[in-house]
């Protein structure tokens, strides 16, 4: 694995976390998204026997309206563990993380595991897929 390949993707991944962060009024660059993910990205949740899939703006969409319509706010979250296997032009990211911030007025906290598939495009790596699921 070349080095400059994994330190690439460690920024990708960070950027990612980031985008998702309304600490300290902070306001969510969702320009960034083009940065991360391919156009045609999907994004699954697994809960149980149950999986949603969704494309990049069905995900988007929600969480957008929830870290800067007030609902969701001092978010973040972050990676707590993650190994990153690359082959060729492709790489895949499993990860543990951990998030924490206020819904409706309430501590919200959380975590679970992702699977992030990337590709390296010539603009750099992006997103293809991620996969995720809360712990209980």
């Known amino acids: 694995m070349d080095d400059r390949s994994l330190r690439d993707i ?7 976390f980031s985008i998702f962060d309304n600490r300290a009024q902070r306001t969510p660059d969702w320009s ?8 045609d990205a999907v994004i699954s949740r697994c809960d149980g026997d149950s999986r ?10 929600p969480r957008e309206a929830m870290l800067t319509g ?13 190994k990153t296997f690359v082959s060729g032009v492709t790489a895949t990211r ?9 819904l409706n007025g309430e501590p919200y906290a ?8 990337m590709t390296r495009t ?10 995720w699921e809360d712990d209980a």
Not at 53 to 58: D, I, N
Request: charged share 25%.
């Open 10 to 16: 460690d920024d990708l991944i960070a950027l990612f």
């Open 32 to 39: 960034a998204l083009s940065q991360v993910f391919l156009s």
């Open 52 to 61: 949603e899939t969704m494309a990049l703006q069905e995900f988007i969409s």
């Open 70 to 82: 007030g609902s969701l706010v001092e978010f973040h979250e972050w990676e707590t563990e993650a």
């Open 94 to 102: 499993i990860c543990r993380y951990e998030k924490e911030g206020r």
């Open 110 to 117: 959380g975590r679970g595991a992702k699977s992030i598939q």
């Open 122 to 131: 010539p603009e750099g790596w992006r997103i293809l897929s991620i996969l």
